[in-house]
């Protein structure tokens, strides 16, 4: 499966982005879904992560109230809407597919993206 990240940008703290993950190629609704990051300077780490169906999502603790992943099964796109965005929020994003359940650790990730760069300001 192909996927194309969209959607980052710079913006102020406490501002929102939404975030969009275009796949094609195979089909999306058999793949588990997440959004990583990787900010300057550190390791990629884990953001969000929703099951092949929607039905079940898992958020990293620093993430979790400010940040909703959602998927369309029908247009092939998943989402992060990003809300109170904090400065260390900065990073680049990367959307991913997963053949497991919700994963939270970058290895059970078999597809990435590109990566989205989001740029929050102080």
């Known amino acids: 499966v192909q996927l194309q990240a969209s959607g980052g940008g710079l913006v102020q703290t406490g501002g929102s982005l939404r975030l969009s993950c275009a796949a094609s190629g195979r089909t999306f609704s058999n793949f588990a879904m997440g959004w990583l990051r990787q900010a300057p300077g550190k390791e990629r780490e884990f953001v969000a992560a929703i099951s092949r169906t929607g039905g079940t999502t898992a958020y990293a603790d620093y993430v979790k109230g400010r940040y909703t992943i959602s998927r369309n099964n029908v247009n092939n796109t998943m989402y992060l809407q990003m809300n109170s965005l904090k400065p260390e929020d900065t990073a680049v994003y990367y959307c991913?597919?997963?053949?497991?359940?919700?994963?939270?650790?970058?290895?059970?990730?078999?597809?990435w993206g590109q990566g989205t760069e989001v740029t929050v300001s102080s």
């Open positions: 991913a597919a997963s053949t497991g359940w919700v994963p939270r650790i970058e290895r059970q990730y078999n597809y």
